[in-house]
């Protein structure tokens, strides 16, 4: 796990691509979301230096795996660039999903942790205005984040309250995503017990 001052080449290219369309997308206050940025605490994390770089160039997730068996708490978001990718987005979610589902049965010891991904096939977010953004990269690339579970849950939770989420569940079909997460999220906090 790397820091983007130690990357090489296109590796560099890559975190300064995604650092920048953060900064004009993620960070930027967007009325869909109750007047917030898409992502309100991805500015805090950049300036802070708690985001992190991990470079996948193979089939398999074996990087991944190990992402999340060494994982450090010295970073909010591990960022895991998939150069290989599988090619099929309803795969590569599916997958993600399993994962998730995985580590909750304590596949990998620590259960808290969240997974999702980005595909370069996904379907735009028309919520996110980054038509104007201009990509650096011809070669496409997937991107998974892996967060602590718990993070992730109470700060939806808190943006919940502000109607961060309101147009969005409205418009798009996440509810089963949100409640998924909360109920890996009760399982890590209160194990088999009803909820």
């Keep these: 796990m790397r820091a983007a001052a130690f990357l090489t080449g296109d590796e560099r290219k ?65 960022l895991v660039v998939d150069r290989c990718y599988e090619p099929d987005p309803g795969r590569f979610h599916d997958y993600l999903d399993s994962l998730n589902e995985a580590i909750a049965n304590g596949f990998f010891i620590d259960k808290d942790f969240w997974v999702m991904g980005f595909h370069p096939d996904d379907e735009p977010n028309e919520y996110l205005d ?18 602590r579970l718990s993070a992730v849950q109470d700060a939806a939770d808190k943006l919940a309250k502000n109607g961060y989420y309101d147009t969005y569940f409205d418009e798009y079909d996440v509810e089963d995503l949100f409640a998924k997460r909360a109920e890996l999220y009760r399982r890590l906090t209160h194990g088999d017990e009803a909820a």
Excluded at 59 to 75: A, H, I, M, P, V
């Design 14 to 78: 890559i975190a300064e691509e995604i650092r920048d369309w953060s900064a004009s997308v993620l960070e930027v206050e967007n009325e869909f979301f109750h007047n917030l940025p898409p992502c309100p605490y991805a500015k805090k994390a950049w300036q802070e230096e708690r985001v992190g770089f991990k470079f996948k160039y193979e089939n398999g997730y074996q990087e991944l795996y190990s992402c999340l068996s060494q994982w450090e708490d010295t970073l909010d978001v591990l």
């Design 130 to 147: 980054d038509e104007s953004f201009t990509h650096v990269m011809d070669e496409p690339y997937a991107i998974i984040f892996l967060q």
